[in-house]
């Protein structure tokens, strides 16, 4: 058994349920201090509900590079358990995959880079660059005590961050085929359009907001919020969900709530999506209010060193050219690009994420650590 998979396994055997890290980020500490890593557990939130986090460094040369692996311990819920062909957090081999929450998102790329780190560390103890690894319980969750306060404290602190791959399960077919070089902005809203409840047979009496809202929906709908560019699709406007009645065949409702989702590119602005939807309802005539929630902005990294260092490891490891890409939802990328001027995401094929019996190929966790270890030696070496 290699060394990044037996620790994936240890990763996988820890119930790290979100914001739990489990005893992960314990592990990995003990793991990197005899390398020279100074170890700083960070927890933030309120008292009772603490999101533990890791920021792990190993000091290069004074000014020399510093590149930082970023991912997170904490998993979503199981499901179902019945369903599991085995215990979701005893670590399980069957068919050449290896079985258990995390494995794909994002146990085993943690594991991978951490070995990484070990393996370059010993065979370049001198190396000019900077190491770190930055872990939080807090990704799978609301994300707002996890990434977010580590780089809010590293700023203030003034560290500068040259480098950073987050450990997302990019892969889509077989392992190097995908590469994040950014993401896609998320913004949600929360659309109540107010009438008059009445009788359905006295519609005189009533005012129908299903009714008075369906014009200026369906103009959302068809709405060209903007045309992407070579990164990033074109904006999108998506309804997750509608509402409206009292349960009774015969009440004309009072209201209608829309729950509605941008994902969007860097053509756009969050206050001028805001204020193209409060046109286009106010042209209609509704009488309405919105909540509205940005989960992230865009974030992108041009093509230059860390991409090409990236894509070089993949292509002689993996023997693929791996695309790049900005698709799919939010990531803490979106973060630490405000702290760091290349950031990129990689990891494992991402099919069974979130799934039951969610699952890697055990032949690519070795690929993957020498994908991550080449990349240092790249650009640290």
């Known amino acids: 058994m ?19 890290d489990g005893g992960c980020q314990a592990l990995i500490a003990e793991r990197l201090r005899p390398l020279g890593f100074a170890c700083e557990s960070l ?19 004074p000014g020399g590079k510093l590149l930082v692996f970023a991912g997170h311990t904490d998993v979503v819920p199981t499901g179902p358990l019945a369903q599991w062909q085995s215990d979701p957090f005893v670590p399980t081999h069957r068919g050449g995959k290896l ?11 943690i594991a991978a880079m951490v070995v990484a780190a070990e393996e370059f560390v010993q065979a370049h103890p001198n190396a000019p660059g900077s190491i770190a690894l930055l872990i939080t319980s807090d990704e799978e969750g609301p994300s707002i005590d996890g990434t977010v306060r580590v780089c809010e404290l590293l700023r203030l602190r003034g560290e500068r961050l040259d480098y950073c791959i987050v450990g997302e399960p990019t892969s889509v ?50 709405t060209v919020w903007d045309a992407g560019n070579e990164y990033f699709p074109p904006t999108g406007w998506q309804v997750s969900n509608i509402h409206a009645g009292t349960g009774a065949g015969n009440v004309i409702p009072g209201e209608l709530v829309v729950d509605f989702n941008f994902r969007f590119s860097t053509e756009s602005t969050p206050d001028a999506l805001k204020q193209r939807v409060h046109a286009t309802l106010d042209r209609h005539g509704l009488h309405y209010g919105i909540e509205w929630t940005l989960g992230g902005e865009p974030f992108l990294t041009p093509v230059g060193n860390l991409s090409e260092a990236l894509r070089a490891a993949i292509r002689s490891e993996a023997q693929i050219e791996a695309e790049l890409s900005t698709t799919g939802g939010t990531s803490d990328g979106r973060f630490i690009a405000k702290l760091c001027p290349q950031v990129v995401e990689f990891g494992p094929v991402n099919a069974s994420i979130h799934k039951i019996d969610e699952h890697v190929e055990v032949a690519s966790i070795e690929p993957l650590k020498n994908i991550y270890r080449k990349t240092l030696e790249a650009l640290l070496g």
């Not at 409840?197 to 009496?205: E, F, K, N, R, S």
């Open 2 to 20: 290699t060394s990044a998979l037996h620790l994936a396994e240890q990763l996988i055997a820890c119930r790290s349920l979100t914001p739990e």
């Open 43 to 61: 927890a933030f939130g309120p008292e009772g509900a603490r999101v533990s986090n890791l920021w792990a460094v190993r000091r290069g040369a």
């Open 99 to 109: 079985y258990g929450r995390g494995a794909a998102d994002m146990k085993t790329s």
């Open 173 to 222: 077919e077989r392992l190097g085929d995908m590469v994040k070089n950014g993401r896609r902005g998320s913004l949600s809203g929360r659309l109540a359009v107010r009438g008059v409840q009445g009788h359905i047979a006295y519609p005189q009496l009533a005012k129908n907001p299903i009714h008075h809202a369906a014009p200026a929906l369906a103009e959302l709908v068809a």
